[in-house]
């Protein structure tokens, strides 16, 4: 039987996460994807990438000025965008205040957390629960490239949780962020989430939310607000990605292409780190210990602390069609969706191999994609998309 206590201490884990402090705000203390991937992939890197965001928003028959004046809040079905090539998150600097990112709620009555305890032909007994820790602070110590991905939806402000990665294009000088395919896009009956934004090591102190309020910048955001300049999540999500995961719930991954709101480094070069994504991870079996990082908001959580589980993962199968996924047992609720899953790497540093999705609302166990080939060449497609830039 597998085994369901952690191998490794979450703090062995975190260790490869740790970094030296940079000179920012916060200071010194402060499995294959479905062929149709590929198209998803390479239509969003084609004519589109050329177009500004005016034009984008304009070819839907959408003024930018008032668009950024109050215009993206029409969720009217013809004008919300869906497809892959008509993504369009113009940037509205001061749209997210410390208080509007304090109270933006957990997804978890709208997105990927459901009852599905999955195909049980083919998955591994469910684990036993494993209670989410939180992470030290200041979490860009402990933590750097986890943060919060922020976003409205037609049902109000949003979070779900990211995680800096490497640009193989851009060596030292990333810009994407790893999150769920549901933290960016509704699915089969919806379209692309608008004004996603990405805030690495959020609540930096590990604030309450009424001392959020009123807390300098560089301890909600010590590293700056991020802006997703374009976002890719796979055509699989796009077409059957539904409220508790759908058919799709094995393919919800999606990478973000973010810009500083207030221009500056590159992510990676202001954060100090970003983290390898690994798309051939070994087996459940031979994984030792598997580590899950994330901001929960739902009950008994708030949304405001960074927290973590370490669990042997095992794997869960929704759909006989579909990868298996990996799941471990963990705590964690709505709002830590489409944080970082990591495993230890050859070289003892952390890898990214996977993101929250899916877990019952008893919130015992949480699930992820097992990242293959369409993951990678999404993730190929949006570093060649900004090669030359």
């Given amino acids: ?8 201490t979450a703090t062995a884990v975190a260790a490869a996460l740790a970094l030296t402090a940079t000179a920012c705000g916060g200071g010194d203390d402060k ?3 479905p062929a149709a991937d590929k198209s998803a992939a390479s239509a969003a890197s084609g004519a589109e990438a050329a177009a500004g965001v005016t034009d984008a928003l304009k070819r839907h028959g959408v003024d930018l000025a008032k668009w950024k004046s109050g215009q993206w809040k029409n969720w009217n079905k013809d004008k919300w965008l869906r497809d892959a090539k008509d993504f369009a998150n113009p940037v509205i600097k001061g749209l997210w205040k410390p208080d509007r990112m304090a109270t933006a709620k957990d997804p978890q009555k ?6 599905s305890s999955g195909n049980q032909n083919g998955s591994d007994p469910a684990p036993a629960p494993v209670k989410a820790q939180e992470e030290k602070h200041p979490y860009h110590r402990y933590a750097a490239p986890v943060g919060k991905v922020f976003f409205d939806s037609p049902e109000g402000s949003m979070v779900c949780s990211g995680t ?9 000088k990333s810009n994407l962020v790893w999150t769920a395919g549901h933290c960016v896009h509704a699915g089969g009956k919806g379209g692309w989430y608008r004004n996603i934004m990405f805030v690495p090591s959020y609540n930096d102190q590990g604030e309450s939310i009424a001392q959020l309020r009123s807390a300098p910048p560089q301890e909600v955001a010590p590293y700056g607000k991020y802006w997703a300049d374009w976002a890719m999540t796979s055509s699989a999500w796009i077409k059957d990605g539904g409220p508790t995961g759908g058919q799709g719930a094995a393919y919800d991954y999606a990478l973000l292409h973010v810009k500083p709101e207030n221009g500056g480094k590159s992510l990676e070069e202001t954060v100090g780190n970003a983290l390898t994504v690994d798309f051939n991870a070994p087996a459940a079996k031979n994984i030792p210990s598997m580590g899950a990082w994330g901001y929960p908001a739902a009950p008994p959580f708030d949304g405001q602390l960074m927290n973590k589980c370490v669990d042997r993962p095992g794997q869960l199968s929704v759909n006989p069609s579909a990868p298996a996924m990996w799941r471990i047992g963990c705590t964690m609720t709505g709002g ?4 970082g899953w990591f495993i230890s790497g050859p070289d003892g540093k952390s890898e990214l191999v996977s993101n929250t999705s899916i877990g019952p609302v008893t919130s015992g166990w949480l699930a992820g994609p097992r990242l293959g080939q369409g993951a990678q060449q999404l993730y190929r ?4 998309r900004y090669a030359n830039q």
Avoid: Q
């Fill in 1 to 8: 039987m597998r085994s369901i206590r952690p191998i490794l």
């Fill in 31 to 33: 499995a294959a994807a």
């Fill in 110 to 115: 709208t997105m990927a957390y459901g009852d």
């Fill in 164 to 172: 800096v990665v490497k640009d193989p294009k851009h060596p030292g």
């Fill in 336 to 339: 830590s969706s489409g944080g």
């Fill in 381 to 384: 497609a949006m570093s060649d």
